[in-house]
């Protein structure tokens, strides 16, 4: 399975940005999915996570009501829809998907799931 984080780039406090993960090597349809983010000097933290069937979802609070988690089964991609971005926001983001298929989009992933590379989004003020 390999997960491939894009879209990051600098962009200016209130501003919007999108990040994709594109996914292969499995059946992309039956596996919940999720969005971290890590800044510098602090742990990981969840995002937001989406549903196998793209029709539950959950975020942070403190992304509620700005960030869109979504997906495309068909592209076997997975997008965060990010706005009002704020400097807070600056992390390198990472896409990640469970090892186990179906269940409930839960908040907490492990290191036995399934993780791309990270992209970075930075967030002047």
């Known amino acids: 399975v390999q997960l491939q984080a894009s879209g990051g780039g600098l962009v200016q406090a209130g501003g919007s940005l999108r990040l994709s993960c594109a996914a292969s090597?499995?059946?992309?349809?039956?596996?919940?999915m999720g969005w971290f983010r890590q800044a510098p000097g602090k742990e990981r933290e969840f995002v937001a996570a989406i549903g196998w069937a793209g029709d539950r979802t959950t975020y942070a609070d403190s992304v509620k009501d700005r960030f869109t988690i979504s997906r495309d089964n068909a592209k076997n991609t997975m997008y965060l829809q990010m706005t009002s971005l704020k400097p807070d926001d600056a992390a390198v983001y990472y896409c990640a998907a469970r090892r186990v298929p179906y269940g409930v989009p839960g908040t907490r992933y492990s290191d036995d799931d399934y993780w791309g590379q990270g992209t970075l989004v930075t967030v002047s003020s």
């Open positions: 090597g499995r059946t992309f349809s039956r596996f919940n």
